[in-house]
């Protein structure tokens, strides 16, 4: 399960971005992962703050999904897009999925309440992402 945030850049960091040239392959994947950390942080923090909180019974929980959560390289689609994703290495030690074990702490399932972490990261990481975006385009325009 990969959460999907897609985030409007604001004009004048297009604006920027066209200003790249030739570099813009070598710069966009750094900007972008500079604000995919900004998101996997919040994602590992809230994840952090639900998992085996509030249960009904002792909590199981190993750890397992915590660890497996990361970010991956910046990659190219084939429209030219740049694309990061956060999301859960796969497959657990016990063969269980972490997508469908996120998915189930996410959204709940009969007599287990929702517990989102996902959700929330991307409207409480919206601008610190866009900022460190900017900030890592600026930088990296000003070493060219």
């Given at each position: 399960m990969m959460a999907k945030a897609d985030f409007k850049l604001p004009d004048d960091f297009l604006l920027k971005v066209s200003r790249l040239g030739d570099k813009t392959d070598?710069?966009?994947?750094?900007v972008l992962e500079s604000g995919a950390e900004v998101v996997l942080a919040k994602v590992k923090s809230n994840l952090?703050?639900?998992?085996?909180?509030?249960?009904?019974?002792?909590?199981?929980?190993?750890?397992?999904?915590?660890?497996?959560?990361?970010?991956?390289?910046a990659l190219q689609d084939r429209n030219g897009d740049f694309n990061v994703k956060i999301g859960f290495a796969e497959p657990r030690s016990d063969g269980k999925s972490n997508a469908m074990?996120?998915?189930?702490?996410?959204?709940?399932?009969?007599g287990q309440p929702p517990k989102p972490f996902l959700k929330p990261a991307k409207t409480q990481t919206k601008n610190a992402?866009?900022?460190?975006?900017?900030?890592k385009l600026e930088s990296e325009m000003n070493s060219l």
């Open positions: 070598e710069i966009l994947p750094k952090s703050s639900v998992v085996g909180k509030n249960t009904k019974e002792d909590s199981r929980s190993t750890g397992e999904l915590e660890k497996a959560l990361g970010v991956t390289p074990i996120a998915n189930i702490l996410e959204y709940g399932k009969h992402c866009i900022n460190a975006m900017k900030n």
